[in-house]
């Protein structure tokens, strides 16, 4: 069985900081994509950020040049850096990702942490 549990978030001014950490246990032989998504009140949930085992990152238009994504394979973690945040990145963030708990299987999607709610005053 494999966890995710986020954590980092909280209430911040406009034009803050907050770093997000996402930490991925249990049976774990490798990861593949690792992404960070967010869900604010009443909206869809949607994707922030993704980053490859390859190191390769996607971030979404809205958070372009303010938020960073980045992995730390050693501990299984994912992060998501985010500067200059405005109101409209108040939602609840998750992380999810491909995830194989053995050199056999397949990557198979992880199932989704309980989030870390984010807060912006504006």
């Known amino acids: 069985q494999v966890q995710l549990v986020e954590s980092g978030g909280g209430l911040v001014q406009a034009g803050g900081s907050l770093r997000l950490s996402c930490a991925a246990s249990g049976s774990i032989f490798g990861i593949e994509d690792m992404r960070w998504y967010r869900q604010a009140p009443g909206l869809q949930r949607e994707l922030v950020a993704s980053i490859t085992n390859r190191e390769t990152t996607y971030v979404a238009e809205p958070v372009k040049g303010r938020f960073t994504i980045s992995r730390d394979d050693a501990k299984n973690m994912v992060y998501l850096q985010m500067n200059n945040l405005k109101f409209e990145d108040t939602a609840v963030y998750y992380c999810?990702?491909?995830?194989?708990?053995?050199?056999?299987?397949?990557?198979?999607?992880?199932?989704w942490g309980k989030g870390t709610l984010v807060t912006v005053s504006s």
């Open positions: 999810n990702a491909e995830i194989r708990t053995s050199s056999i299987s397949a990557y198979t999607l992880s199932s």
